[in-house]
C-alpha cells in the first residue's frame, strides 16, 4: 500500500511538472518569442525611410512639378541607430544601426523596451564643425542642441512586432545633410 501511494505521488508530481512546463511553453510562444525564457524576447521592427525634397528653381514651378517633389521616395542608403533610453545619451551604447535597402525599407530585432532612434550625427556629441556649415549655410546652435538630445523617433517596444513605421527626411534647398536646423543664406538661382 505504501508502494501505492508513492508511485501515485510520483506520478502526480511528474505530471504537475510537465503541465507547468507546457504552460510556459505555451505563455511564452503566444507573446511570439524564440526563447525559452522573458529574457529572450525579441521582437521584429520593420517601415521604410523615405524622403522629399523642396523645389529650388527660378520660375514658379508647375502643380505636377511641386507634387513629384514632395511625393516621399525610397531613401536607398539612409543609416539610423538605436540606443536604450529616451534621450540620446553618448553615454548609453549604440545597440545597432540599420540601413534602409533599395525599396526604403529596414527590419531588426529588439527586446522589449523603450529607445532612442538617432541619426549618425547624433551618435557623438555635438560639433557643429562637422556640419556641412559655411557662408551659404548657417546653424541655429540652440536649436541644435535641443535636437540633439531628442530621438529622431522614440521607439517603445512592449509585447508584439511593430510594423508599418514610416521616417520621412524633407531635403531643404541647398542644404546637403538631413539635420535641422540649418539654414541657406545664399542667393537663389534666377
Not at 517601415?47 to 511625393?71: D, F
Request: net charge positive; glycine share 6%; hydrophobic share 35%.
Amino acid at each position: 500500500m505504501k508502494s501505492l501511494k508513492c508511485s501515485i505521488a510520483v506520478g502526480l508530481l511528474f505530471s504537475q511538472c510537465i503541465l507547468a512546463q507546457k504552460n510556459e511553453k505555451t505563455i511564452l510562444s503566444s507573446q511570439g518569442t524564440k526563447g525559452s525564457s522573458q529574457k529572450e524576447l525579441v521582437y521584429n521592427i520593420s517601415g521604410k525611410i523615405t524622403q522629399t525634397h523642396s523645389y529650388c528653381g527660378g520660375a514658379a514651378p508647375s502643380e505636377e512639378m511641386l507634387k513629384e517633389y514632395s511625393n516621399p521616395k525610397p531613401y536607398k542608403g539612409k543609416t539610423l541607430y538605436v540606443r536604450p533610453g529616451s534621450t540620446n545619451n553618448v553615454k548609453q551604447p549604440v545597440l545597432l544601426k540599420f540601413v534602409a535597402d533599395s525599396a526604403g525599407k529596414f527590419s531588426f530585432q529588439l527586446k522589449p523596451g523603450t529607445y532612442a532612434i538617432i541619426q549618425a550625427e547624433q551618435v557623438k556629441e555635438l560639433n557643429v564643425k562637422n556640419l556641412p556649415v559655411g557662408n551659404a549655410v548657417q546653424a541655429d546652435q540652440e536649436c541644435l542642441k535641443a535636437w540633439w538630445k531628442k530621438p529622431y523617433y522614440l521607439l517603445v517596444v512592449k509585447d508584439k512586432k511593430i510594423s508599418g513605421l514610416n521616417f520621412n527626411f524633407h531635403h531643404p534647398c541647398f542644404i546637403t545633410s538631413d539635420v535641422p536646423c540649418l539654414q541657406y543664406m545664399g542667393p537663389m538661382p534666377p
